[in-house]
């Protein structure tokens, strides 16, 4: 469970001012095992999504009067479930981390999957795609097979978010 740092910026929002140079030097300061906890005043929504595709996710809550807390959380880079699974057989293969980041859990179906497949089209060999998913892709896994891709994927252990990584297709004995 990772650490939090906290970053208030509603007295800079109150002020009329512009705290985004904060949040990305404060993103940016933050170690593999901490995430930010996030004060404003509005639910930051585009910084949602541009977190997300930066590896974090996020929990948003209200907290009344015009304030609201996010805990941006960093994205692991293999699932941390016991019941994770594989399409290949070289498991403890380490990968290299995600060259590109998705959330997808708030997505109604088709579009996690019309997405995923998108985001994997400008990715080079030997890239990994990390996708978060409110569900088991069971349709998007056997397509991700027949392009040629290798998977890992898993609930976490509370059982809300799917986890999965992509790795763009290399022949096995490459070096990418």
């Not at 910026?9 to 002020?15: E, G, K, Y």
């Not at 995430?35 to 809550?61: E, I, N, Q």
């Not at 399409?87 to 179906?109: A, H, M, Y």
Request: hydrophobic share 40%.
């Amino acid at each position: 469970m990772p650490t939090f740092v906290d970053l208030d910026v509603r007295p800079i929002l109150r002020d009329g001012g512009e705290p985004f140079e904060q949040i990305m030097a404060t993103v940016a300061g933050l170690r593999p095992d901490q995430g930010l906890r996030l004060l404003a005043t509005f639910k930051p929504t585009p910084l949602l999504h541009m977190l997300g595709s930066r590896g974090y996710t996020h929990d948003v809550r209200e907290l009344g009067h015009d304030d609201w807390e996010v805990l941006f959380t960093p994205v692991e880079r293999m699932p941390a479930s016991t019941d994770a699974v594989a399409n290949t057989p070289d498991d403890d293969e380490v990968w290299p981390p995600p060259t590109k980041s998705i959330d997808n859990r708030d997505l109604d179906p088709p579009e996690p999957m019309v997405r995923t497949l998108a985001a994997l089209e400008s990715l080079k060999a030997g890239e990994v795609l990390s996708a978060l998913l409110c569900r088991e892709p069971m349709f998007l896994l056997p397509e991700l097979a027949k392009r040629g891709h290798r998977w890992r994927g898993g609930f976490d252990a509370d059982g809300t978010t799917y986890r999965l990584a992509v790795r763009i297709g290399v022949e096995r004995g490459s070096k990418a």
